[in-house]
């Protein structure tokens, strides 16, 4: 109150916010709009692509960052279409295809994920098992099943998808700390870095180019995006914030994904080290900077591996779901269930057969052969219709990058056939 007892309000005069509490708002505010590419980018993140980046560092030191910097430019693309679609459409994307194309492609798109999820699930839960009996010398077994029941209590929660965006958002920052300090440890040649945006192909190199395009350039994952995106709850409004969002949360996949590539070019190939596993390099580390370095790495690990247990799972059921007419949402006890049945049988695996069997392995590769490029083919589509997507569907150049991208899944494809049924 004012003398004569005029209070601020009376007179127009508000009370400023102090700085700090300003300051906090932002923070609340950037933090509020972090969610839907962070997950994206965390399940594709899994132990397969870590694995396959450190086999490339290892044999190749850094002659083959280009390579991965296509991959995520592509993986970006893909997924910003996605993020538009989630915004512009007002139904998810599988119903969205099966009021263009039919049931006969909506069944295709959300069986085919299905499989493909299933298929991969058992790495996830062997690199989260591996992760932490690397460190406490338990068995990994145990851990599998431990990890798996978490991933299902966590399903279970009042608000899921709060808690994994939360959960990935965590997971994300603890690989990228884990990562950056073990970077650091190592020291890699800065000018040895440069010169790996030069594109070449040493020899035999062209069978982990192929590889790391197809974990890293994870169609499925970009796919999933629209749904999370409707799971946040954003709206036209939110155009903005959410391309930018998407840019961020898929340039750290490729930044995770380069670290890991630096690390093993700088500690595993002076050594001749061959990769089998991720956690090789991990142990690679114990002798030369101390246990607590392993132990950092292997954190790093968990939270790749637990995190596409739980996000590649919910990719699964959320798509089968809705393929078969029973709803996307989290909340739906069917996508609950069919997410189960995806961390049950990759748990099994893993705990059966020790790794992915190889009959399983071609199974997901055959799979893939179809269901990726139609994927691919379906966000174009569903991207570039005015009706759908209005002011929002795609500009030529991110139809060009869209396209070239499209052209190396057909290509990707076309290796799959010859390995598997030529070779």
Not at 25 to 32: A, D, H, Q, T, V
Not at 57 to 84: D, H, K, N, P
Not at 115 to 130: D, I, K, R
């Amino acid at each position: 109150m004012l003398k004569g007892g005029i209070s601020l309000m009376e007179t127009g005069v508000t009370k400023s916010k102090s700085a700090p509490a300003q300051g906090l708002e932002k923070k609340k505010g950037f933090l509020n709009q972090l969610g839907p590419a962070f997950i994206t980018s965390a399940l594709v993140l899994g132990p397969g692509s870590l694995t396959l980046s450190s086999k490339i560092g290892a044999i190749y030191g850094m002659q083959l960052i280009w390579a991965l910097v296509i991959v995520v430019i592509f993986m970006m693309i893909f997924t910003e279409m996605s993020t538009r679609i989630g915004l512009a459409a007002n139904e998810s994307f599988i119903q969205v295809m099966k009021k263009k194309w039919g049931r006969t492609a909506s069944l295709l798109i959300g069986i085919g994920a299905f499989l493909v999820t299933a298929s991969f699930q058992a790495g996830n839960a062997l690199g989260s098992g591996l992760a932490v009996s690397s460190v406490t010398g338990t068995s990994a077994s145990l851990w599998i099943i431990i990890v798996t029941l978490l991933g299902v209590a966590f399903l279970f929660s009042k608000n899921f998808y709060q808690i994994l965006e939360k959960l990935m958002l965590g997971l994300v920052v603890l690989m990228l700390v884990s990562f950056a300090i073990t970077l650091i440890l190592v020291k890699p040649s800065f000018t040895e870095m440069l010169a790996g945006f030069v594109p070449i192909i040493p020899d035999g190199s062209l069978p982990l180019i192929i590889a790391i395009t197809a974990t890293s350039f994870s169609i499925v994952g970009a796919c999933y995006q629209s749904y999370l995106v409707q799971e946040k709850g954003w709206k036209l409004e939110h155009r903005s914030s959410g391309m930018r969002e998407t840019y961020l949360g898929i340039f750290i996949l490729g930044l995770i994904s380069l670290m890991i590539m630096l690390c093993a070019a700088a500690i595993l190939k002076p050594q001749g080290i061959v990769v089998n596993s991720v956690s090789d390099m991990g142990l690679a580390l114990e002798p030369l900077y101390g246990n607590w370095a392993a132990i950092l790495f292997m954190l790093g690990l968990f939270g790749a591996s637990f995190s596409s247990l739980m996000g590649n799972a919910t990719i699964g059921g959320a798509l089968l779901s809705d393929g078969l007419g029973l709803g996307s949402k989290l909340t739906s006890k069917s996508v609950k269930g069919f997410i189960i049945l995806v961390m049950a049988f990759g748990s099994l695996v893993g705990i059966i057969f020790g790794s992915a069997p190889v009959n399983m392995i071609i199974f997901a590769q055959a799979i893939t052969i179809v269901i990726v490029p139609f994927i691919a083919i379906a966000i174009l589509s569903v991207a570039n219709d005015e009706k759908i997507m209005g002011s929002m569907k795609n500009t030529l150049w991110k139809n060009v990058l869209g396209i070239a991208g499209l052209a190396v899944l057909i290509l990707l494809a076309i290796n799959n056939i010859i390995t598997i049924f030529f070779k």
